[in-house]
């Protein structure tokens, strides 16, 4: 089968892991700004109705300590546990999540169960230092093995982005919006859906559709193709630049962050390396005492958090008499304290490591920090106290109070047998195929119901409750589900705007950042906010419940957060308006301008009574 024997080729192939740390950083850096607007929104999303009527459980504590968790997950330490950790807690609070569920949240949950089996901390982490640190020795700096099987970096780019926009084209391909090449005009167009007045680029009618149909066969090439190297660097620069408009553009930036956070592997996997930083001038040179493993342990330190390579270590023992600055400090003095030089500047003790600080610029806050007045002095006094004890005595390797181990046991998992024919390294290679095609099985059982593939399938077979409880599985554990983004039907008929005003005591408004007044997403509407309010609560036909529940919750949200005066409780009045807009039939000049200038119609009230909501609103669609 060629597919097992490419599988197992890419399994056999070892790169370095550098790039795929770059991706952990970047993926899960996104995931945390995302757990942050989930914890200032989880009144909104938990409760049943906000602050009035809370929530069973307090959602407070969890999302601190998944918080915590993918923190620990961006810096790399113990992967392993807090992966399994941060997908359990995932998994209770996106997982089942529908409401306020979007897209993104399908790659967070795809992603934090692949990492609980893919090795992304061993480059650029806590875990690689420290192992550094356990198994180095005076004689020799042990060098952690960063290498990884290349099939860690395919898996995640075609389950995040292949399987994506394959399932997609099943969407798109019988869309008249997206055939028509409009498909990333539409919804540009549409006050509601942007962040910015593009019409420069809309009204280019060639350039918009080609933009669309890129898109398209982009999205058919893709998952055939980003195999091939050749491809890669092309695939980034199209996927790199489509999302950088989707950021700019719609108000999904972490969406786009996060997607373009897994286009990096496709970049070489150790291309940070090969970056010249034409910035470092000349490197801060560091001088250290080869007879101490604490010396050796801070050269350790300081060069794993070295990215740009701006400090260069110097043994003092070697290199004595070919810097004419320790002549003037003394070869025992030079052994006793810390110095380094800078552009013939010489710095001791604490200073050093401030100019270190400052060289390696990104911990620069940190430099400034210790420069303060009285956080100096301090710093100061307790690296003489230090230097002072590390002074009585000699250290060597036999004599220095910090310990060593300079065996490690590192296992070779292509030697050691389960069975009699199979290694840790075949059942790891079997184990992960496996899961390979679990996921990719997943995602067919999903894509039969999409609608190209269900117009060859009779509705009983496309609506099997089995297939659908696996389906439902799939969505809520590995975020595998239909990926129709942008589709004609959720922009049709689409012809209403809401924005709410607050009537405060003295009769003036305060418009709630809900929706501006070009009617286009404020503050509160970003991501699943977007998605909640655009979609579920409005839509293309506006169901009256769900306005009703939709404005009720969002008026208590904003009533709690931002209270001008008095009790919440109490009677507070909220003027609703309705900008009526066009649905087109097709590309149009200027038509996002246009619907920008539509006027905004008074369509009624909401009112907040003693925790008693009332909406006196005309009917939406008949305005």
Same mark, same amino acid.
């Given at each position: 089968?060629?597919?097992?024997?490419?599988?197992?080729?890419?399994?056999?192939?070892?790169?370095?892991?550098?790039?795929?740390?770059?991706?952990?950083?970047? +993926?899960?850096?996104?995931?945390?700004?995302?757990?942050?607007?989930?914890?200032?929104?989880?009144?909104?999303?938990?409760?049943?109705?906000?602050?009035?009527?809370?929530?069973?459980?307090?959602?407070?504590?969890?999302?601190?300590?998944?918080?915590?968790?993918?923190?620990?997950?961006?810096?790399?330490?113990?992967?392993?546990?807090?992966?399994?950790?941060?997908?359990?807690?995932?998994?209770?609070?996106?997982?089942?999540?529908?409401?306020?569920?979007?897209?993104?949240?399908?790659?967070?949950?795809?992603?934090?169960?692949?990492?609980?089996?893919?090795?992304?901390?061993?480059?650029?982490?806590?875990?690689?230092?420290?192992?550094?640190?356990?198994?180095?020795?005076?004689?020799?700096?042990?060098?952690?093995?960063? %290498?990884?099987?290349?099939?860690?970096?395919?898996?995640?780019?075609?389950?995040?982005?292949?399987?994506?926009?394959?399932?997609?084209?099943?969407?798109?391909?019988?869309?008249?919006?997206?055939?028509?090449?409009?498909?990333?005009?539409?919804?540009?167009?549409?006050?509601?859906?942007?962040?910015?007045?593009?019409?420069?680029? %809309?009204?280019?009618?060639?350039?918009?559709?080609?933009?669309?149909?890129?898109?398209?066969?982009?999205?058919?090439?893709?998952?055939?193709?980003?195999?091939?190297?050749?491809?890669?660097?092309?695939?980034?620069?199209?996927?790199?630049?489509?999302?950088?408009?989707?950021?700019?553009?719609?108000?999904?930036? %972490?969406?786009?962050?996060?997607?373009?956070?897994?286009?990096?592997?496709? %970049?070489?996997?150790?291309?940070?390396?090969?970056?010249?930083?034409?910035?470092?001038?000349?490197?801060?040179?560091?001088?250290?005492?080869? !007879?101490?493993?604490?010396?050796?342990?801070?050269?350790?330190?300081?060069?794993?958090?070295?990215?740009?390579?701006?400090?260069?270590?110097?043994?003092?023992?070697?290199?004595?008499?070919?810097?004419?600055?320790?002549?003037?400090?003394?070869?025992?003095?030079?052994?006793?304290?810390?110095?380094?030089?800078?552009?013939?500047?010489?710095?001791?003790?604490?200073?050093?490591?401030?100019?270190?600080?400052?060289?390696? /610029?990104?911990?620069?806050?940190?430099?400034?920090?210790?420069?303060?007045?009285?956080?100096?002095? /301090?710093?100061?006094?307790?690296?003489?106290?230090?230097?002072?004890?590390?002074?009585?005595?000699?250290?060597?390797?036999?004599?220095? !109070?910090?310990?060593?181990?300079?065996?490690?046991?590192?296992?070779?998992?292509?030697?050691?047998?389960?069975? /009699?024919?199979?290694?840790?390294?075949?059942?790891?290679?079997?184990?992960?195929?496996?899961?390979?095609?679990?996921?990719?099985? +997943?995602? /067919?059982?999903?894509?039969?119901?999409?609608?190209?593939?269900?117009?060859?399938?009779?509705? !009983?077979?496309?609506?099997?409750?089995?297939?659908?409880?696996?389906?439902?599985?799939?969505?809520?554990?590995?975020?595998?589900?239909?990926?129709?983004?942008?589709?004609?039907?959720?922009?049709?008929?689409?012809?209403?705007?809401?924005?709410?005003?607050?009537?405060?005591?003295?009769?003036?408004?305060?418009?709630?950042?809900?929706?501006?007044?070009?009617?286009?997403?404020?503050?509160?509407?970003?991501?699943?906010?977007?998605?909640?309010?655009?979609?579920?609560?409005?839509?293309?036909?506006?169901?009256?419940?769900?306005?009703?529940?939709?404005?009720?919750?969002?008026?208590?949200?904003?009533?709690?957060?931002?209270?001008?005066?008095?009790?919440?409780?109490?009677?507070h009045t909220f003027i609703i308006s309705v900008k009526k807009i066009d649905s087109p039939k097709g590309w149009q000049k200027d038509f996002l301008k246009h619907q920008l200038n539509k006027p905004w119609i008074e369509a009624g009230t909401a009112t907040w009574d003693k925790k008693k909501f009332t909406l006196n609103l005309l009917n939406i669609e008949s305005i």
């Amino acid at each position: 089968m060629i597919l097992n024997k490419k599988l197992n080729t890419l399994f056999l192939t070892k790169i370095s892991s550098k790039t795929l740390a770059v991706f952990r950083i970047a +993926f899960f850096s996104v995931l945390l700004f995302e757990v942050i607007r989930i914890y200032r929104f989880r009144n909104l999303i938990y409760d049943k109705i906000p602050y009035f009527e809370p929530a069973e459980i307090t959602y407070d504590s969890i999302l601190i300590i998944w918080g915590i968790v993918v923190t620990f997950l961006i810096i790399g330490f113990k992967n392993k546990t807090f992966s399994i950790i941060n997908f359990v807690i995932s998994l209770f609070l996106i997982g089942t999540l529908r409401s306020y569920e979007y897209h993104m949240f399908y790659a967070y949950m795809g992603v934090n169960f692949m990492s609980i089996f893919i090795p992304i901390s061993k480059s650029y982490s806590i875990d690689n230092l420290i192992e550094k640190l356990n198994h180095s020795t005076l004689k020799k700096e042990h060098k952690p093995n960063e %290498l990884v099987p290349e099939f860690y970096y395919y898996i995640i780019i075609f389950m995040g982005i292949g399987v994506v926009y394959f399932d997609s084209i099943f969407f798109k391909l019988i869309s008249p919006l997206w055939l028509a090449g409009l498909g990333t005009w539409y919804p540009a167009s549409m006050p509601f859906a942007v962040n910015i007045d593009s019409s420069i680029i %809309l009204n280019n009618e060639f350039l918009i559709k080609y933009f669309g149909y890129l898109t398209i066969v982009f999205e058919i090439v893709f998952i055939f193709l980003f195999w091939n190297k050749k491809f890669k660097l092309p695939f980034f620069i199209i996927g790199l630049g489509l999302h950088i408009g989707i950021y700019i553009l719609f108000p999904i930036p %972490l969406f786009a962050l996060g997607v373009i956070a897994i286009y990096l592997l496709l %970049l070489p996997p150790n291309f940070i390396e090969k970056i010249k930083f034409h910035f470092i001038k000349k490197q801060l040179i560091f001088f250290y005492d080869n !007879e101490c493993p604490l010396c050796l342990r801070t050269k350790i330190v300081i060069e794993h958090f070295d990215l740009f390579k701006a400090v260069k270590f110097v043994s003092i023992q070697e290199n004595y008499n070919q810097y004419p600055e320790l002549e003037k400090i003394g070869y025992a003095n030079a052994l006793d304290n810390i110095y380094s030089i800078s552009n013939k500047k010489v710095y001791e003790g604490v200073d050093t490591y401030i100019a270190v600080l400052f060289k390696m /610029i990104y911990t620069a806050p940190f430099a400034l920090l210790l420069k303060i007045p009285g956080i100096y002095h /301090i710093a100061k006094k307790v690296y003489s106290i230090v230097a002072k004890n590390r002074n009585t005595e000699r250290c060597t390797e036999d004599s220095c !109070e910090i310990g060593f181990n300079p065996t490690p046991n590192f296992s070779n998992e292509k030697n050691v047998k389960v069975f /009699i024919n199979l290694t840790i390294e075949d059942l790891k290679k079997l184990g992960f195929k496996a899961l390979f095609f679990t996921l990719i099985s +997943f995602q /067919i059982l999903v894509s039969l119901k999409s609608p190209l593939i269900s117009r060859f399938l009779n509705n !009983e077979e496309a609506s099997n409750s089995g297939l659908q409880t696996l389906r439902d599985f799939s969505k809520s554990a590995f975020g595998i589900t239909n990926h129709e983004v942008f589709m004609d039907y959720h922009f049709n008929y689409y012809n209403h705007i809401i924005k709410i005003e607050y009537v405060t005591s003295k009769n003036t408004k305060i418009l709630l950042p809900i929706i501006d007044n070009n009617g286009m997403p404020a503050e509160y509407l970003k991501g699943f906010n977007w998605v909640k309010w655009t979609f579920r609560v409005m839509g293309s036909k506006v169901y009256g419940h769900r306005l009703n529940e939709g404005i009720r919750d969002f008026t208590a949200y904003w009533l709690h957060n931002n209270l001008i005066s008095g009790d919440p409780t109490k009677n507070h009045t909220f003027i609703i308006s309705v900008k009526k807009i066009d649905s087109p039939k097709g590309w149009q000049k200027d038509f996002l301008k246009h619907q920008l200038n539509k006027p905004w119609i008074e369509a009624g009230t909401a009112t907040w009574d003693k925790k008693k909501f009332t909406l006196n609103l005309l009917n939406i669609e008949s305005i």
